[in-house]
């Protein structure tokens, strides 16, 4: 567009020039043949057409003055698309800057959290040998008989004492609550903060398109649900299993685990009972269109 302008006001300084050239030795003939010519009076009005040759050209220089008037209000027009197309361009850049540090950062504090998951056993006796208790509130602690559990380590030894209850509970979900409610001053506040992961995903308007199919945006999202679920243990995954059919996830939770396949990578052969992944859809662990 800049190369167009530059050439357009190349045209009218060459037209300007050959119009003033012109005019000028159109005056300069005139000059010469009435200075030769004694009857200036009557040869003189001979060059009235010269001057309604001028008249005629001053009324071409505001023709062509006008249609270049009207091609760089054109040329300017383009030039505020073009600015509205970069601004548009720029907003949704930053929509995604916004969105990805929204997105990391909870991801940060999903380790955060897993990190300080922390749980106390004490060791004791039993017919068996040496054995190891879970700590209870108000127990005298004893450093040398005690030891600390943190992260993911919770995860398993809760999911161990959790799988056989399953195993015996017809009802999965009274199995589950049963244990949830011993940790989960931990595990509330970890499966809230996964929740809201998914969650600010799914409800993301910035890549969102007219011109985009659904499928498209579908796999944009999944994308990133995809590397919100890398970030899951084996156990953690299990555990996200079990909570998305207890009352705490079945509503909210459920529907964007199957959405988005977050069992996809779960180690089925841990589960309580092989019938139990009938409860969820097939999506769930496979990629499906959204």
Do not use: C
Request: proline share 1%.
């Amino acid at each position: 567009m800049k190369k167009e302008k530059k050439e357009s006001d190349k045209n009218l300084i060459y037209l300007s020039i050959g119009i003033a050239i012109l005019i000028i030795t159109g005056w300069i003939i005139t000059y010469v043949l009435l200075k030769e010519n004694k009857n200036r009076g009557t040869f003189g009005d001979m060059f009235g057409s010269l001057n309604a040759l001028y008249s005629g050209f001053a009324l071409a220089g505001i023709i062509i003055t006008i249609l270049l008037q009207r091609k760089e209000l054109k040329l300017q027009r383009e030039e505020l698309q073009e600015t509205r197309g970069e601004f548009k361009i720029q907003n949704e850049t930053l929509k995604i800057q916004r969105f990805e540090n929204t997105f990391f950062s909870l991801l940060s504090l999903h380790h955060k959290i897993v990190d300080e998951i922390d749980y106390r056993r004490i060791k004791g006796s039993s017919p068996f040998g040496v054995d190891y208790y879970d700590l209870h509130y108000g127990d005298d602690e004893d450093d040398g008989a005690t030891i600390m559990l943190t992260g993911r380590d919770v995860f398993k030894h809760h999911f161990d004492k959790l799988v056989d209850d399953l195993k015996h509970y017809e009802n999965a979900e009274v199995a589950y609550l049963k244990h949830y409610e011993k940790a989960q001053a931990d595990f509330g506040h970890y499966f809230r903060n996964l929740y809201r992961i998914i969650k600010l995903v799914d409800t993301s308007d910035f890549i969102t398109s007219q011109s985009e199919s659904k499928e498209i945006i579908f796999e944009k999202k999944y994308s990133y649900t995809s590397i919100a679920r890398a970030q899951l243990s084996d156990y953690e995954l299990l555990w996200l299993f079990y909570n998305g059919l207890s009352k705490h996830g079945s509503k909210k939770f459920k529907p964007l685990i199957e959405r988005y396949a977050l069992l996809k990578n779960i180690p089925t052969d841990k589960l309580a009972k092989q019938e139990d992944l009938e409860l969820y859809s097939e999506s769930s662990r496979k990629k499906t269109s959204g």
